[in-house]
């Protein structure tokens, strides 16, 4: 009798580092004969998880009682995690029997989950409880030089360095990504080559300390060979040499590590976007403080100014935590005053979540649920604003946009820096075949969260026009 392949659905939850990490699972598991289904059909339920806030983890355990009580009246479902999670949370899944596979160990993965039918509650715990310490060797991070099976055959992620060593007070990723490791600079030329070859037009560089790599690389030439220590700017540049018609960008960028010879590139890189994803966090240098942020305010302020001056396109976003322990009313006035003076095309606001095991979990969160919630509403008033003035400087420019998805004969894509927008080619219907393509759109109309524009050509020749 032929044996049934084992059968899995995949489900990711968090930032692009965890959709990139999901891209090599299906890559491994599918290259050992397992086949990806719908949720409802599948035998194992892969779940890739996100630990930065606590939301996150209650949401998963809103699934895992959901699959428990179908479980009881028809086949039962293997539930496995992977991803970003805290040790306290492992440990809690551990007692319920939940296995947990380290991302770090995907090539033992399809062993594993082969075995797993044949385990008892008891051994799974067991197996759940050694999924492995919080801060991992460099060794582990191999991984990243699986081929992955991509998402999108125009768009990619390419992961460049992963893990942190800055342990702000408030994050979870050095606890669950471990310390800073930085793929071979031969392994990263590689991947984006390949990617460029077969005619991706989005190369997304990706790291959670993107601007902190650091690499030895060995020259040989005819006389000798050389160890050079290569940064994130000799990286850039060196990807930038690359032929071809794309886009280049990179995230998340730590202020810190946000150098003028980095800030240059967005002058000098011929594939770079102008669009930069910069965290403030507070406009509070007494709350940076707390945070371990290792910058000021006016340090920041003072980066985004030359980033402006370098190229005045340039779409910056930023990440803001509001209700951080401490925080006092002044200390929120001072991150409103901040967003309005710098004028941020978006943000992404998010209420402190204390974490176990962080520095910031010992201090006491004197700030209400209902207090937080005020204060993102605040601040989502003043991006609003900001967004929509920003937004409304482009009207009547033409400009490059890659086309992402096509849905009755209207097309949706995202600017050359980085905004959605929305175009019509009236009153003929787009069609589909453009999805993946360059096109060059006017801009007619400005919302605060989006643009419209109507299609100018579908051929676009030269990628500066972009």
């Known amino acids: 009798m032929k044996k049934l392949a084992p059968i899995f659905n995949l489900t990711t939850f968090g930032c692009q580092m965890n959709y990139a990490d999901s891209e090599r699972i299906v890559a491994v598991l599918e290259q050992a004969g397992f086949k990806q289904t719908t949720s409802s059909q599948a035998d194992f339920l892969i779940y890739n998880l996100c ?49 947990i596979l380290a991302i770090k160990k995907l090539n033992e993965w399809p062993q594993k989950i082969n075995s797993l039918k044949h385990l008892s509650a008891k051994r799974a715990s067991l197996l759940a409880s050694q999924a492995g310490k919080s801060i991992k060797t460099n060794y582990d991070n191999e991984y990243l030089n699986i081929k992955p099976q991509y998402s999108s055959h125009y768009s990619a992620y390419v992961p460049v360095m992963t893990g942190c060593n800055n342990f702000c007070s408030y994050c979870a990723v050095p606890y669950t990504r471990g310390q800073e490791y930085s793929r071979p ?73 946000m150098t003028a010879e980095l800030i240059k590139c967005f002058s000098t890189c011929f594939h770079l976007v102008p669009y930069l994803h910069l965290p403030l966090q507070t406009g509070s240098n007494k709350i940076l403080k707390a945070m371990n942020r290792h910058y000021n305010l006016e340090h920041y302020e003072d980066l985004i100014k030359k980033i402006r001056q370098l190229n005045k396109k340039i ?50 969160d004197n700030v209400s649920a209902i207090e937080k919630e005020k204060r993102r509403d605040v601040l989502n008033e003043v991006l609003k604003k900001t967004a929509l003035e ?23 894509g995202k600017t050359r820096n980085f905004k959605r927008i929305k175009i019509l080619d009236n009153p003929r219907p787009i069609s589909s075949k453009l999805i993946g393509n360059f096109i060059r759109v006017k801009i007619t109309k400005a919302n605060i969260w989006n643009l419209e524009g109507e299609l100018v050509s579908n051929k676009v020749k030269n990628i500066q026009s972009r």
């Open 51 to 99: 630990s930065v806030r606590q939301h996150a983890i209650d949401r998963i355990w809103g699934i895992i009682n959901k699959i428990e009580k179908q479980n009881k009246n028809k086949k039962k479902q293997q539930i496995i995690l992977t991803g970003c999670i805290l040790s306290s949370d492992k440990k809690k899944f551990a007692e319920k029997g939940i296995i």
């Open 185 to 257: 600079v031969k392994e990263i030329l590689e991947e984006v080559n390949n990617l460029i070859v077969r005619g991706c037009k989005e190369i997304i560089l990706l790291g959670q300390n993107v601007n902190s790599y650091s690499n030895i690389q060995e020259i040989i030439t005819s006389t000798r060979k050389m160890i050079k220590k290569i940064g994130f700017v000799e990286l850039l540049k060196m990807i930038d040499k690359i032929p071809g018609d794309y886009w280049l960008s990179f995230l998340t960028s730590h202020p810190k590590d």
């Open 315 to 364: 779409n910056i976003s930023t990440d803001i935590i509001v209700g951080f322990p401490g925080e006092l009313e002044a200390d929120f006035k001072k991150t409103k005053k901040a967003m309005e003076k710098i004028k941020f095309d978006m943000a992404y606001l998010a209420t402190y979540s204390p974490r176990p095991g962080t520095a910031a979990f010992k201090l006491k």
């Open 390 to 412: 920003n937004n409304q400087k482009m009207l009547g420019l033409i400009t490059g946009v890659l086309v992402d998805q096509v849905k009755n004969g209207v097309a949706f």
